[in-house]
């Protein structure tokens, strides 16, 4: 198993415990000098925030471990393609490295949309795409269908 594998497996970890709280399974680590420095998940329906996505919650533990708002020698990697605004959050953090699982065609700024780290901001983040997308694709896919059938443990 790679690094990147090892980090991405850690963010499952993290996707697999949103659905089991009832949220949409994103797991999210960031990580500094082989060093986890924030985790986050899914948390919209618990806080009733719809600001509340694995990697704003990531970004926050990592400012405040670090002490910093600037994340530069950090990388993050999460289990879905971020949204437009945490592709947004990841640009103001200063995150030079994303990694994520799955293509999201219906909400991802990396590419399945739009690749907003295309346009002309300072300091876009390399991104690569794919990290274990099939076990991030499917803890997906396993929640959305339950959730179709009205599993009470898969939603509100």
Same mark, same amino acid.
């Given at each position: 198993? /790679? =690094?990147?594998?090892?980090?991405?497996?850690?963010?499952? *970890?993290?996707?697999?415990?949103?659905?089991?709280?009832?949220?949409?399974?994103?797991? #999210?680590?960031?990580?500094?000098?082989?060093?986890?420095?924030?985790?986050?998940?899914? $948390?919209?329906?618990?806080?009733? +925030? *719809?600001? +509340?996505?694995?990697? /704003?919650?990531?970004?926050?533990?990592?400012?405040?471990?670090?002490? +910093?708002? $600037?994340?530069? =020698?950090? *990388?993050?990697?999460? /289990?879905?393609?971020? #949204?437009?605004?945490? !592709?947004?959050?990841?640009?103001?953090?200063?995150?030079?490295?994303? &990694?994520?699982? *799955?293509? =999201?065609? !219906?909400?991802?700024? #990396?590419?399945?949309?739009?690749?907003?780290?295309?346009? =002309?901001?300072?300091? /876009?983040?390399?991104?690569?795409?794919?990290?274990?997308?099939?076990?991030?694709?499917?803890?997906?896919?396993? &929640? &959305?269908?339950?959730?179709?059938?009205?599993?009470?443990?898969?939603? $509100?």
């Amino acid at each position: 198993m /790679t =690094d990147h594998e090892r980090y991405m497996s850690l963010a499952l *970890a993290l996707a697999e415990e949103a659905a089991a709280a009832g949220e949409v399974p994103v797991g #999210c680590v960031i990580v500094r000098a082989g060093q986890v420095v924030g985790r986050g998940r899914n $948390r919209r329906e618990e806080k009733q +925030s *719809a600001l +509340s996505h694995a990697e /704003t919650e990531a970004i926050a533990m990592a400012n405040r471990a670090l002490g +910093s708002w $600037r994340l530069e =020698d950090c *990388a993050l990697y999460v /289990t879905l393609e971020p #949204c437009p605004m945490c !592709a947004g959050a990841i640009l103001n953090a200063r995150i030079p490295r994303v &990694f994520y699982g *799955a293509r =999201d065609p !219906a909400m991802g700024a #990396c590419g399945g949309v739009l690749n907003l780290y295309m346009e =002309d901001f300072p300091g /876009t983040p390399a991104l690569v795409g794919g990290i274990l997308a099939e076990p991030c694709r499917q803890v997906l896919s396993d &929640f &959305f269908r339950r959730l179709r059938r009205g599993a009470p443990e898969a939603g $509100r």
